[in-house]
């Protein structure tokens, strides 16, 4: 089957990290745009990072600096490392392929709270 696995989500406390991993079964990674995403209770989904084919980046504003999107082409994973985390960035977190044969892939998510 096609999908997608969301993992390293937990808790931390404020200015803590953790790093987000969104492994692809039955599918190539590299070869695809990848986005993370993240909802809060009561908010709209937001765009976090996105990171093309041709491996160019680029994240919404309250995370730059902080987060960071790549590619793990022998894990096939794309992940999130996520520094300097504040509480509003609590959210669930989750992994997107875009444009896909049956049009985006969505992972199934994973919590992320930051809290002291």
């Known amino acids: 089957q096609v999908q997608l696995v969301e993992s390293g989500g937990g808790l931390v406390q404020p200015g803590g990290s953790l790093r987000l991993s969104c492994a692809g079964s039955?599918?190539?990674?590299?070869?695809?745009?990848m986005t993370w995403h993240r909802q809060a209770p009561g908010s709209q989904r937001e765009l976090v990072a996105f990171?093309?084919?041709?491996?160019?980046?680029n994240y919404m504003e309250a995370v730059k600096g902080r987060f960071t999107i790549f590619r793990n082409n022998d894990k096939n994973t794309v992940d999130l490392q996520m520094n300097n985390l504040k509480p509003e960035d609590t959210a669930v977190y989750f992994c997107?392929?875009?444009?896909?044969?049956?049009?985006?892939?969505w992972g199934q998510g994973t919590q992320v709270t930051v809290s002291s």
């Open positions: 997107k392929l875009r444009g896909g044969p049956q049009g985006d892939l």
């Open positions: 039955g599918i190539d990674v590299s070869n695809n745009h």
């Open positions: 990171i093309t084919r041709g491996g160019v980046t």
